[in-house]
């Protein structure tokens, strides 16, 4: 096999969002990078990674997210050097998902001619690599620690995730023959594992198992927080699938949806990968975000009505979190993004939430236990009190 891929890298970063409203988050982005781009559906746009998002996001989500975000696209203001720093292409979003007040933080590049260990490399530590830039020298996850304080965001982001799609893979141009013959070195992209020729065929398939595809010439596959995505551009396949849109597009509706023709984009757009990874991924870290919360609720202590107001402050939270979480119509999100939530193990994570609520429940009602209780024995012996004063008094 010829040992050189395409490929479009996404790092995403999840935060836990302090803002109060949209505007506050606009607000936020507007005084740090007064000239970022703002995404808009049925607003023109200019730039054409963003084109490619509209595109995208018209023909697969019919104009209508399932989840409500304001995007800004902040490029133009950390320009760097691809050629100096060996990328193809590069831009950086900034996502707010206003229903679960969630931020979303995405770096996004684009490598060519690249092997499989500069690949695994980027799994690895891509997140960590130095990049070149006019202020110096910075990784995403630099950056990400550098946006995240001018936003407000946590130190810490709640969750984090991985998307490489390769568009090139090697002389292949079978999807077929890739999976029956290259298991192993794909195993090595999702994990990051390059001893990936040296794991044993079971445990390989394993980790493959989650994975879709609607296309011969597409598949992605879901790994922990890593996503690798295979989009064989030029494969005979898509070619003749190209030939088929266009008559038929051409037969019906006067010609071929522009989304059929996008071909490289950073941003990983196509067949929607973006969207399903960015929702699976804020869905669990506004879970996460929970039992974090609970983690450290547990460890501190309360004077009492300190700790009824912390306690009902968790539970609403709690629920407002299963609310938003059980009223996500899975049917309505898709195969792909009902495939990756499984793979993300959300379904477990929610049902811990929910016991978390139960006890919450169980705590609330001992705690208005305990106070009836000591209540109930000082006014008894208050009772006590004022019966024997009574009769102290009549001698």
Known sequence: MKDIFNANISHSFFYTAPYESIDEFVAQVRQNWPNAIGYALNEKQDHPYLVDMQTAERFLKGGSQTYQ???????DDNKIDLEKSGLAGWCIMITYFTESNIAGLSFHYSVKDRTTDQLIAIKQSGVNKKHFFEGGEFSCSELASLIASKMALPDTPCEKSYLCEITKFGDYTDLEAIEREQANRMYGFLSGDEGYAFVPEELVRERLSASWGSRNFIRIYAGGKSFLFLNLLDSPARLEYLDRQTQFGGDIYGGADPYFFMGECP????????FSVEFVMMLKGLINEVLLFQTEFSKKKFTYYKRIKMTRD????????????ERTEIAEIGELSSILLESQHISPIVDQVKYLLELLEGDLSLIYSEHNNTLVTILTVLGLLLALWQILLAF
């Open 69 to 75: 975000v304001k995007r800004f696209f902040l490029t």
């Open 267 to 274: 941003l990983t757009v196509n067949h929607g990968i973006l």
């Open 314 to 325: 968790f539970r609403r939270k709690i629920i407002l979190v299963l609310e938003k979480v």
